[in-house]
């Protein structure tokens, strides 16, 4: 199992081109999953539905099951926010698991940059930046493709992807 990161600013296009990628890997016969960082409060459940009863009672987790998925809600109730290691170590076997956030974590990345976001770009403050997936062309001397270029960005992300166990040991070693 492999992982690789997507980083860059808010409206980069990081969703967007994850959502072209997935088919493309799956037609190459890859099983793709994602981890994305959300912000603060978020919910996956509908106020007023079941699940949502039981885990404002204060049930630690919910699992809701149908024949067609099953998610499992973890309630932190104040515990720290796990780091990207312990959520790897919940994920199914897999090729290629995708981070979408977690930018302090020293796992390799490939940078989302749009030009018209007028935002700068990471990659000379983060090492773990691998590759650049932009608009417009950018002057480094890492690998860069184009945004719609999804067969390039995909094949970027698979030769930057790493070991899941190596990107856990390199999180360890800043603690």
């Not at 088919?23 to 509908?46: C, E, M, T, W, Y």
């Not at 691998?130 to 002057?139: L, M, N, Q, R, T």
């Not at 999804?150 to 070693?173: G, Q, Y």
């Given at each position: 199992?492999?992982v690789i990161?997507?980083?860059?600013?808010?409206?980069?296009?990081?969703?967007?081109?994850?959502?072209?990628?997935?088919?493309?890997?799956?037609?190459?016969?890859?099983?793709?999953?994602?981890?994305?960082?959300?912000?603060?409060?978020?919910?996956?459940?509908?106020?007023?539905?079941?699940?949502?009863?039981?885990?404002?009672?204060?049930?630690?987790?919910?699992?809701?099951?149908?024949?067609?998925?099953?998610?499992?809600?973890?309630?932190?109730?104040?515990?720290?926010?796990?780091?990207?290691?312990?959520?790897?170590?919940?994920?199914?076997?897999v090729d290629?698991?995708?981070?979408?956030?977690?930018?302090?974590?020293?796992?390799?990345?490939?940078?989302?940059?749009?030009?018209?976001?007028?935002?700068?770009?990471?990659?000379?403050?983060?090492?773990?930046?691998?590759?650049?997936?932009?608009?417009?062309?950018?002057?480094?001397?890492?690998?860069?493709?184009?945004?719609?270029?999804?067969?390039?960005?995909?094949?970027?992300?698979?030769?930057?992807?790493?070991?899941?166990?190596?990107?856990?040991?390199?999180?360890?070693?800043?603690?």
């Amino acid at each position: 199992m492999k992982v690789i990161g997507l980083a860059g600013w808010s409206g980069a296009g990081k969703t967007t081109l994850l959502t072209r990628l997935i088919p493309h890997f799956n037609a190459q016969g890859l099983r793709v999953s994602v981890i994305k960082h959300a912000h603060h409060q978020f919910d996956v459940d509908v106020p007023g539905k079941d699940s949502w009863r039981h885990r404002e009672a204060g049930a630690a987790e919910v699992l809701v099951a149908s024949s067609n998925r099953w998610a499992l809600m973890h309630e932190l109730r104040g515990a720290a926010e796990p780091r990207l290691p312990e959520l790897l170590g919940k994920l199914s076997a897999v090729d290629l698991v995708v981070v979408e956030g977690f930018k302090r974590e020293p796992h390799r990345k490939i940078e989302v940059h749009r030009a018209g976001n007028g935002k700068p770009l990471l990659f000379p403050d983060d090492p773990g930046i691998a590759g650049i997936a932009s608009d417009v062309a950018i002057d480094t001397r890492l690998p860069t493709v184009h945004l719609d270029d999804i067969a390039a960005a995909a094949e970027l992300l698979l030769r930057a992807a790493m070991p899941v166990e190596e990107a856990v040991a390199k999180s360890a070693a800043i603690g």
